[in-house]
């Protein structure tokens, strides 16, 4: 991939970023295949209804990213995923997905991800393996 179209495809994740509702951290993602857009997803708070309480929770941009494509009925087997994570400044920061969103890109055969390291190291690509899935799942989000 060409590093203009890499960064037309970062540049689209940060902007879903700022779409984020999410108190400290702001998630964007995209999925694509080859140079064409499948989906693109933030993270953002959903309400769980218990019987008596609501819950908000934070649904982490890849899996609302992946969710809304499989509600399209996009294939994701070899697609590429990229994530940018910003903080209230605008700055980059560690976008390494979580292991339970490793988990989901690994299910879904999605075989690239692409996430943003900080404002400095703009860019990292990992190809995703179970080895790499981080051990602890941190609620940063
Ligand atoms: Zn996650």
Not at 14 to 31: E, T
Not at 40 to 48: A, E, I, Q
Not at 92 to 107: D, T, V
């Amino acid at each position: 991939m060409n590093q203009k179209r890499l960064q037309w495809f970062f540049d689209l994740a940060k902007a879903q970023a700022r779409r984020s509702d999410v108190k400290y951290f702001h998630h964007g993602a995209v999925l694509a295949r080859k140079s064409k857009i499948i989906e693109t997803g933030f993270n953002h708070y959903v309400s769980n209804h218990d019987s008596c309480y609501i819950e908000y929770s934070a649904l982490h941009a890849e899996r609302d990213v992946i969710e809304k494509a499989l509600k399209r009925g996009c294939a994701l087997r070899g697609a590429t995923i990229y994530v940018v994570r910003v903080n209230k400044r605008g700055q980059l920061r560690n976008s390494k997905p979580c292991q339970e969103c490793a988990k989901l890109i690994l299910e879904h055969g999605i075989r690239r991800v692409f996430y943003s390291i900080s404002e400095t190291d703009a860019l990292k690509q990992e190809i995703v393996s179970l080895e790499d899935v981080p051990r602890v799942c941190k609620d940063k989000y």
